[in-house]
């Protein structure tokens, strides 16, 4: 029998409340400029907005893999290793972009794209045994 996913769901409350924060900052950047449809071609709303979403598009489907990895009953080492590095690759991504640093941006995504891949050959792998 597989246990409850609780170090997985400690990873999805982070990274949802990180993602609540890189909203709240669109909504700051939107009360300022009176910008409330669309990005009036503030750059840093439109930043903003990016940063977001992007988070968002890769966020998502990578706790999702680290639930269901968890739920086939990976070792919680194991998931706590690959969300830390979820959490690191995202929180890096977003602040570089946030700050216009784009070699460190490079580091976030590059530390996004392994993680993707690995944690889902191991999702893929786990599913099989």
């Avoid at 903003?48 to 979403?53: D, F, L, N, S």
């Avoid at 086939?72 to 890096?92: H, N, Q, S, Y």
């Avoid at 794209?113 to 191991?122: F, I, K, N, Q, W």
Wanted: glycine share 8%.
């Amino acid at each position: 029998m597989t246990s409850l996913p609780s170090h997985s769901a400690i990873f999805c409350g982070i990274g949802i409340l990180f993602l609540t924060g890189l909203a709240i900052n669109i909504s700051r950047i939107r009360l300022r400029h009176r910008i409330f449809l669309g990005h009036g071609d503030v750059a840093a709303l439109q930043i903003a907005v990016r940063t977001h979403g992007n988070a968002f598009e890769h966020l998502m489907p990578m706790l999702l893999l680290l639930v269901i990895y968890d739920l086939l009953g990976a070792r919680k080492l194991l998931v706590d290793i690959f969300g830390a590095v979820i959490l690191i690759a995202r929180f890096t991504h977003a602040a570089a972009y946030l700050a216009h640093w784009s070699s460190l941006r490079r580091v976030g995504v590059a530390l996004t794209y392994s993680v993707e891949a690995v944690l889902g050959a191991t999702v893929i792998a786990q599913a099989m045994r």
